[in-house]
């Protein structure tokens, strides 16, 4: 009973993987396309999310400024956090979702973008963080689950949603690991061409 468990959790996340790629595949591109953009024009991206989404962020950010699978020199990208200094600050004078808001609207700029993972779409640091954003003149990227929620709401025009339609955060997670890595390699052949075959 247990393996057939644990089976039956591969099979499901290669289930979704498969149903989800053909929705995801544009969206995935576009935002790739977006984030080059914007670094190239000399903008920065600021990733952030809550909980696990945080350690996510935090890997985008890693290797989206160190190295993916190629070496190249690092690009703008910085991952919000939570420093708990910062946060106490803010609770004491902004209420509780006030750190990431804060930290866009103190490092972001126009022509920046904003990477906000939230497989809810209803965590309320994140859509303030959102609205810093938009208060910089900063397009925003969301990677979200199930419908999107009020995050998915809160996107004005010129941002992008890449949501994956699933209710189980545990799967969203994961989508969200696979669609940063294609997003990675996206951005690396965009800007060092093909790799030649070894």
């Known amino acids: 009973m247990l393996e057939q468990r644990i089976q ?6 290669v289930d979704l993987k498969y149903q989800s790629s053909e929705g995801l595949v544009k969206p ?7 984030i080059v953009g914007a670094l190239t024009a000399g903008g920065k991206v600021l990733v952030c999310g809550i909980g696990p989404s945080a350690a996510l962020a935090s890997l985008c950010a890693a290797q989206l400024m160190g190295r993916f699978e190629r070496e190249r020199p690092g690009l703008a990208v910085l991952a919000l956090g939570a420093d708990a200094v910062v946060a106490n600050q803010l609770a004491l004078s902004d209420g509780s979702h006030a750190m990431l808001a804060r930290q866009v609207a103190t490092l972001g700029a126009p022509g920046d973008l904003l990477l906000v993972l939230d497989p809810e779409g209803e965590h309320e640091a994140l859509l303030a963080a959102v609205d810093a954003a938009h208060a910089n003149d900063m397009a925003v990227i969301a990677l979200l689950g199930r419908t999107g929620g009020a995050l998915r709401a809160a996107l004005g025009e010129t941002d992008a949603a890449i949501t994956v339609p699933h209710d189980r955060s545990a799967r969203v997670l994961e989508m969200h690991l696979l669609i940063l890595h294609c997003l990675c390699d996206a951005i690396d052949l965009q800007l060092l061409g093909e790799q030649d075959p070894a």
């Not at 039956?8 to 996340?13: G, I, L, S, T």
Request: glycine content about 0%; cysteine-free; aromatic content about 16%.
């Open 8 to 13: 039956q959790q591969f099979f499901d996340a």
């Open 28 to 34: 995935v591109a576009e935002a790739s396309q977006a």
